[in-house]
C-alpha cells in the first residue's frame, strides 16, 4: 500500500527556534496538506496546497508558518518562531484530488521547551 | 462546510456489530460524507466515502438516507483492534478552490472483550 512518510518522528526544539517539518506525499497524488494535533484534542486543519501554492489555509496557518515543495517529492512545514503552544502531533497527508481519500503520514511529535 | 454531530463515545464487545450515527442537517448539494479512523498516536486513516445510499468496502458500510441529513458507519463483527476514534466529515470533492475536509471531535469506540 502506497504511504507517506514524515521526518522526523519526533522533535525537540526551543522556543523561539525554527523548525521545518519534511513529509513526502505519494507520488502521483496533487493534494497535500497538513493537520496538527494538540495531545488530547481534535485534528485541526492547517494548510492544503496545490498547483504549487497554498490552496486554503487555516487561522492557526498565521505568518510563522509557511509551506514549501522545494522539489518533486517533498513537502514541507515551516514554523519560523516556535512558541510553546506549537508542541503538538503534525500529520501531513496527500490526495488524488481534494477531498477524496487522504493518506495520512505517521506524524511528528514537535515539542517546544 | 456542514456541522457535523456524531455520539462522543461507544462501548462494545467482541463480535458485535457497531452502527455510529452521524448527524449532518445542513449538508449542501454537492457535499460527500466520508469516515476515517484514529489510533493512539497515529494518522486518520480512510475508511469509506458516499454520496447515497449504501457504500460497502472491505471494512465497512456506509448508510446515507434518502435527505442525506445523517449517516451510519456499520462495523461488522467488531474486534479488539477496532478501538479507536471515528470521524464524521462532510465536503465537496474534486476541483479547485473549495475547502479542505475538517475533523470533528469523533466518536471513540471501545471494543471490549
Redesign the interface.
Known amino acids: 500500500e502506497p504511504e507517506?512518510t514524515q521526518t522526523p518522528s519526533h522533535q525537540v526544539t526551543q522556543m523561539g527556534q525554527e523548525v521545518i517539518l519534511r513529509c513526502v506525499p505519494i507520488s502521483n497524488h496533487l493534494y497535500f496538506?497538513w493537520?496538527r494535533q494538540i495531545l488530547g484534542q481534535?485534528?485541526?486543519?492547517l494548510v492544503?496546497f496545490?498547483?504549487n501554492e497554498i490552496?486554503?489555509k487555516s487561522e492557526i496557518f498565521d505568518d510563522q508558518f509557511s509551506v514549501e515543495r522545494p522539489d518533486g517529492s517533498n513537502f514541507t512545514l515551516k514554523i519560523r518562531s516556535t512558541k510553546l503552544e506549537d508542541s503538538a502531533?503534525y500529520?501531513c497527508?496527500s490526495s488524488d484530488?481534494?477531498?477524496?481519500?487522504?493518506?495520512?503520514?505517521?506524524?511528528t511529535?514537535l515539542t517546544v521547551v | 462546510l456542514a456541522k457535523t454531530t456524531q455520539p462522543i463515545s461507544m462501548d462494545s464487545y467482541e463480535g458485535q456489530e457497531v452502527n455510529i450515527t452521524c448527524s449532518h442537517n445542513n449538508i449542501a448539494t454537492n457535499d460527500y460524507i466520508t469516515w476515517y479512523q484514529q489510533f493512539p498516536s497515529q494518522g486518520p486513516r480512510f475508511i469509506i466515502q458516499g454520496y447515497k445510499t449504501k457504500v460497502t468496502n472491505e471494512v465497512a458500510s456506509l448508510f446515507i438516507p434518502a435527505d442525506r441529513k445523517s449517516s451510519t458507519l456499520s462495523l461488522p463483527r467488531v474486534s479488539l483492534s477496532d478501538t479507536a476514534v471515528y470521524y464524521c466529515l462532510v465536503g465537496t470533492k474534486g476541483g479547485t478552490g473549495r475547502r479542505a475536509l475538517t475533523f470533528g471531535s469523533g466518536t471513540r469506540l471501545q471494543v471490549q472483550p
Do not use: P
Request: aromatic share 26%; net charge negative; no cysteine.
Open positions: 507517506v496538506y493537520y481534535k485534528v485541526e486543519f492544503s496545490y498547483n490552496s486554503e502531533m500529520f497527508a484530488q481534494l477531498n477524496t481519500e487522504a493518506f495520512f503520514g505517521q506524524g511529535r
